[in-house]
């Protein structure tokens, strides 16, 4: 019975333990702005969902902007996307893509679909000319 009780609290406490890291705050200085340089500064990016603001639970197409650090547009990049929620460990409910490239550094990205509000992580792996980098975006919803 001891041992069961000893095994009962320790699921319990990590139960406790765990939803407190997921529903921690999100870090104080986060950048939320829709223009990024990529991590390792080959490109620099914007992101221009449709209207000015991010709905949850509506399907939308954003259009993505790449550029090389110098300002010049980036065509004919392969990009691949992914979205994730870092307090809750899950992402979107859909799988958004790069459907095509639309000219002068755009893309169209579809299949974006926020579920629920709160920090969101979208991130874009580009690969092109000047290689492979990855811009990464938060969002408050």
Not at 20 to 26: G, I, N, V
Not at 53 to 77: C, F, M, N, Y
């Given at each position: 019975?001891?041992?069961?009780?000893?095994?009962?609290?320790?699921?319990?406490?990590?139960a406790l333990l765990t939803g407190c890291m997921l529903f921690a705050r999100p870090p104080k200085?986060?950048?939320?702005s829709r223009t990024r340089a990529s991590e390792g500064g080959r490109y620099r990016a914007t992101i221009h969902p449709q209207g000015d603001t991010i709905p949850q639970g509506k399907l939308q197409r954003w259009t993505l902007h790449v550029e090389t650090a110098a300002g010049a547009?980036?065509?004919?990049?392969?990009?691949?996307?992914?979205?994730?929620?870092?307090?809750?460990g899950?992402?979107?409910?859909?799988?958004?893509?790069?459907t095509r490239a639309l000219g002068h550094?755009?893309?169209?990205?579809?299949?974006?679909?926020?579920?629920?509000?709160?920090?969101?992580v979208v991130t874009f792996r580009?690969?092109?000319d000047a290689g492979t980098d990855s811009v990464v975006f938060n969002l408050k919803l």
């Amino acid at each position: 019975m001891r041992t069961l009780r000893t095994a009962l609290a320790a699921v319990t406490s990590g139960a406790l333990l765990t939803g407190c890291m997921l529903f921690a705050r999100p870090p104080k200085d986060l950048d939320y702005s829709r223009t990024r340089a990529s991590e390792g500064g080959r490109y620099r990016a914007t992101i221009h969902p449709q209207g000015d603001t991010i709905p949850q639970g509506k399907l939308q197409r954003w259009t993505l902007h790449v550029e090389t650090a110098a300002g010049a547009p980036v065509d004919s990049a392969a990009i691949t996307v992914d979205v994730g929620m870092p307090q809750h460990g899950h992402g979107l409910p859909t799988k958004p893509r790069v459907t095509r490239a639309l000219g002068h550094g755009d893309y169209l990205v579809e299949g974006m679909k926020f579920n629920m509000g709160g920090w969101w992580v979208v991130t874009f792996r580009v690969h092109a000319d000047a290689g492979t980098d990855s811009v990464v975006f938060n969002l408050k919803l």
